[in-house]
């Protein structure tokens, strides 16, 4: 198999990296992908830096044994440790967080964006840093229990509650744009522009996509004639259909695998 036919590795904790995921598979849909659910570890976003380092180091590991030539990690939470990915394989590793942030920077034209992420992100820093060097403010708030809401699939009527009480504590904070520094949340956007309104929403699969695209172009090993994606989870396969049942036909294939 030349580098070309290569699959993609795309890992998160749990169904939010779909969302990353969907973006990637539109705009590169000649590629085959490999998308690994971790939610016999999920979540991820109120482990410690160390436990999310090990995950990232293990399906990292995982994906490079299936073969892969470039993996993107589709979790804000888990990039934060793409040091632990970077130290166990020479392949393009790609992080979330930057792409995001500088897409960020390009639509605030007040220069305040509002970061949503789990505790250990928001807790990390990376975001607020990242921004504070591009000149934003940064208006940072952790909401690990949306990933909870999200996995567990709430209710309509709970997902509209769980947002607004939420948000309340930054609603009238001025921003102009909100970043998705968790990939689950964007599936709670509806909710979030009833509180915040219009503004700009910045999720991450767009950047990401097209800084994997880049990559790809620059070793010429962009693919055209593959299409697979191929959706495995280290948690039960059941919950995982579930889960997952709002993204595309991949998901009814899903499979088990054990990630140790
Ligand atoms: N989706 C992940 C992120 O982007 C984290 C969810 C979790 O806490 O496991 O940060």
């Not at 969907?22 to 991820?44: K, N, R």
């Not at 976003?45 to 044994?65: N, W």
Request: include cysteine; charge should be neutral; aromatic fraction near 4%.
């Amino acid at each position: 198999m030349g580098e070309a036919e290569k699959p993609i590795g795309v890992f998160d904790s749990g169904v939010g990296g779909l969302t990353v995921l969907e973006s990637m598979a539109a705009m590169l849909p000649g590629e085959d992908f490999i998308y690994v659910a971790d939610q016999g570890h999920c979540p991820y976003g109120t482990k410690t830096a160390e436990q999310i380092g090990d995950r990232v180091e293990k399906v990292t590991r995982y994906l490079v044994s299936c073969g892969v030539k470039a993996i993107v990690i589709a979790c804000n939470t888990a990039s934060v440790r793409i040091d632990r990915a970077r130290a166990v394989t020479d392949i393009p590793v790609i992080s979330v967080i930057q792409p995001t942030c500088a897409r960020a920077v390009e639509v605030t034209r007040n220069k305040k964006v509002a970061v949503l992420g789990t505790v250990s992100t928001i807790k990390s820093g990376t975001y607020q840093k990242i921004l504070q060097e591009s000149g934003v403010t940064c208006v940072p708030l952790a909401c690990s229990e949306f990933v909870e809401y999200i996995e567990r699939g709430g209710s309509e009527e709970e997902g509209e509650r769980l947002v607004r009480d939420k948000l309340g504590a930054i609603k009238d904070a001025g921003m102009d744009t909100l970043v998705h520094g968790c990939t689950h949340f964007s599936l709670l956007e509806k909710y979030m522009r009833k509180v915040l309104g219009d503004i700009n929403y910045v999720a991450c699969g767009q950047p990401a996509g097209e800084e994997l695209k880049k990559i790809l172009a620059r070793s010429g090993a962009l693919n055209a004639a593959g299409g697979r994606i191929r959706v495995l989870t280290t948690g039960s396969v059941e919950g995982a259909k579930r889960s997952m049942s709002w993204f595309g036909a991949a998901h009814e294939g899903v499979a088990h695998v054990d990630i140790e």
